[in-house]
Nanobody, 127 residues
Framework: QVQLVESGGGLVQAGGSLRLSCAAS????????MGWFRQAPGKGREFVAY????????DYASSVEGRFTISRDNAKNTVYLELNNLKPEDTAVYYC????????????????????WGQGTQVTVSS
């Protein structure tokens, strides 16, 4: 069992930055690939970024590539999402997720391949 707790969301002006954190419980964090997703009001859950269990592989949605950076610190059981040059369309609840196995390796953009989810943190970008 893995429990995930996100933090770091808030209200920021367009062009600003935020750093989201996702703290995981348990001693098996380093065996899980991690993903960040977001969900805006009235929309489905959207893939944002992925990082492999070792941190050696990352992937981003085209809408955030070059502006967002995912990283992890396995010694601290934490994954981060650095959000830069924020836009109003980035407004959403951001969720982190943990998963293992081949499904996550090859289908990391799909929410249903992840086993565990955090409760989410709100990011609001004003224009």
């Amino acid at each position: 069992q893995v429990q995930l707790v996100e933090s770091g969301g808030g209200l920021v002006q367009a062009g600003g930055s935020l750093r989201l954190s996702c703290a995981a419980s348990g001693r098996t964090f380093s065996t899980y690939a991690m993903g960040w997703f977001r969900q805006a009001p009235g929309k489905g859950r959207e893939f944002v970024a992925y990082i492999s269990s070792s941190g050696g592989r990352t992937d981003y949605a085209s809408s955030v590539e070059g502006r967002f950076t995912i990283s992890r610190d396995n010694a601290k059981n934490t994954v981060y999402l650095e959000l830069n040059n924020l836009k109003p369309e980035d407004t959403a609840v951001y969720y982190c997720a943990a998963g293992r196995g081949a499904q996550v390796l090859w289908r990391q953009t799909l929410p249903n391949v992840y086993e565990y989810w955090g409760q989410g943190t709100q990011v609001t970008v004003s224009s």
